[in-house]
């Protein structure tokens, strides 16, 4: 199949799973991943004007992340808690309150934008999220954030197992780390094409007409 092919079949595509009733699951775009801090997200400036824009198309529809440590790693349980071990200083006991929030450039998009606060990875876990989605009818969830290889990895996963059809806006999504966000692309694209679509905030924005 030559490129223009590939390309016309995921515009068809995208319009038709936009058609559906979607939602946009903002991932984790906080001030401890967008500031000086040992969980800095490099990239997060780059992407943060997409995010931006795909928030402002659709305020009413979109729901920001919030990950949410433990108030001391005694809190935490199994695996999580030698992990908060090791990152001691991001735990509520210890980080400044403010690091916890949204960026100033999404924040004021609440309300009517929502916020979710999570305790893991995933925002299915530990949330009402997905009875929340299924209440309001959702089909498609279009996912952006941070980072690429950890929380929003895990968002789409979940998501696809829950039934939802999930679109990716490459140009908003971010990670600490070129290679393992350059392979998960490829894998969305390679192994998941029925249930994950690759494309780019513009495209997003053209084809999305919400609904109130």
Request: charged letters at 20%.
């Amino acid at each position: 199949m030559s490129d223009e092919e590939v390309n016309s079949r995921n515009c068809d595509k995208l319009e038709r799973w936009l058609l559906k009733p979607c939602a946009h699951l903002c991932i984790d775009m906080q001030l401890m991943f967008a500031l000086d801090t040992d969980w800095n997200t490099p990239w997060m400036s780059r992407v943060l004007p997409f995010v931006s824009i795909l928030a402002s198309h659709a305020p009413t529809h979109t729901i920001f992340t919030k990950f949410m440590p433990p108030a001391d790693a005694s809190k935490a349980s199994g695996a999580w808690q030698s992990y908060f071990e090791r990152w001691s200083q991001f735990t509520q006991n210890v980080i400044d309150p403010q690091l916890l929030e949204l960026v100033p450039e999404l924040a004021h998009l609440v309300p009517p934008a929502q916020v979710l606060c999570k305790p893991r990875y995933s925002p299915f876990k530990g949330t009402a999220l997905l009875a929340d989605l299924h209440e309001r009818g959702i089909k498609t969830l279009i996912i952006s954030g941070a980072e690429t290889d950890v929380c929003v990895l895990a968002a789409v996963i979940d998501a696809v197992d829950a039934g939802f059809w999930v679109v990716l806006p490459e140009d908003a999504l971010c990670s600490s780390a070129d290679s393992t966000h350059d392979a998960l692309m490829e894998l969305y694209r390679t192994r998941f094409s029925q249930q994950i679509l690759l494309t780019d905030v513009e495209s997003i924005v053209r084809e999305w007409k919400p609904t109130q």
